[in-house]
């Protein structure tokens, strides 16, 4: 199984991106996704997450330094989620990973990791 992100880049406080994740060996649909971001001398944090399409309990999560800016969609005819971004602003400078994982009784267990996308915030 792998996930691969891509659309990360170079963008101006303000502007917008989409990242987007594609899924190869495992079935999106079935998992909770979620978006983290590794900023240079801080601790990954996770951006959002939201639970797989077909739970009775679909909830999505978002951290809220980024709420109203980011939103996390999925695609699943082409096995592929998204996070379009924003409002972007240099505190979002990070490298962003997707992840895929069930949903355990204390919460998500994320197996599956891209190799992440650097996006940079920058005049």
């Known amino acids: 199984a792998q996930l691969v992100e891509s659309g990360g880049g170079l963008v101006q406080p303000g502007g917008s991106l989409r990242l987007s994740c594609v899924a190869s060996g495992l079935t999106l649909d079935y998992y909770a996704i979620g978006w983290f971001r590794q900023a240079p001398g801080k601790e990954r944090e996770g951006v959002t997450c939201t639970s797989g399409s077909d739970s009775s309990d679909g909830s999505t999560y978002y951290l809220d330094s980024v709420k109203g800016r980011f939103t996390i969609s999925r695609d699943n005819a082409k096995n592929t989620v998204y996070l379009q971004m924003n409002s972007l602003k240099p505190e979002d400078t990070a490298v962003y990973y997707c992840?895929?994982?069930?949903?355990?009784?204390?919460?998500?267990?994320?197996?599956?990791w891209g190799q992440g996308t650097q996006v940079t915030v920058s005049s």
């Open positions: 992840a895929a994982g069930p949903i355990l009784r204390d919460g998500v267990r994320f197996d599956y």
